[in-house]
């Protein structure tokens, strides 16, 4: 779903700018999901506006306001408006693990290949 500027004023965000505009909504996410805050594509594709932790992470726990942290990475200044479509949200299950110290790890085809070691 789509995520909005609750703003009172438009804000100009600058070339290599940033700036947290906040939504106005807050939610009561369920145990085992997390909220995704993700760009939207027309503001990157137009203006070089993207958000700037993305996907940014929205807690089960958390109970405040969500914000968006934009940034400008296109060269002219870009004015974000009340009620503006800023960035979107997506709600997505996730596991919960255990992690285990081990001296060493198994072994698979690809090992330790880093970068480009699959071929691609």
Known sequence: MDLHAALTEPVTL???GR???P???AFAIPKGLEGQVRPRS???AKHGVTVLNAPGTIDSDYRGEVAVVLVNLGSEPVTIAPLDRIAQIVFARHETVVLEEVHALDDTER???GY???GS
Do not use: D, I, Y
């Open 14 to 16: 600058s070339p290599l």
């Open 19 to 21: 700036v947290k505009v």
């Open 23 to 25: 939504t106005g909504l």
């Open 42 to 44: 027309g503001l990157a």
């Open 111 to 113: 090992g330790a290949g």
């Open 116 to 118: 480009g070691s699959t």
